[in-house]
């Protein structure tokens, strides 16, 4: 059974940095492309980035330049460094597989941008 743990979330200010984490178990994670994807408040979950198994990574056009998604294949890991953080920014942040999996959807980690 896939399992995805987020963590690293909080409140920050405009221009900020967080970095979030994934654990994740239950895969072949090394097989595997994994995405982070936010939900805020009234609006429709989103991809935020992806990162294939070999390491390229995509990114939404609205975090392009200022989010880094990588991965740690030894450790089953997953992360995204956000830089310049926007008010825009604040949601609840999930990872999982890309193409993403239904029954992976974890709690996600809430992040707030907020002066």
């Known amino acids: 059974q896939v399992q995805l743990v987020e963590s690293g979330g909080g409140l920050v200010q405009p221009g900020g940095s967080l970095r979030l984490s994934c654990a994740a178990s239950?895969?072949?994670?090394?097989?595997?492309?994994m995405g982070w994807y936010r939900q805020a408040p009234g609006k429709e979950r989103e991809l935020v980035a992806v990162?294939?198994?070999?390491?390229?990574?995509h990114y939404a056009e609205s975090v392009k330049g200022r989010f880094t998604i990588s991965r740690d294949n030894a450790k089953n890991m997953v992360y995204l460094q956000m830089n310049s953080l926007k008010p825009e920014d604040t949601a609840v942040y999930y990872c999982?597989?890309?193409?993403?999996?239904?029954?992976?959807w974890g709690q996600g980690t809430l992040v707030t941008v907020s002066s």
């Open positions: 999982n597989l890309d193409p993403p999996t239904d029954d992976a």
């Open positions: 239950g895969i072949f994670f090394r097989l595997n492309a």
């Open positions: 990162i294939a198994n070999d390491g390229r990574a």
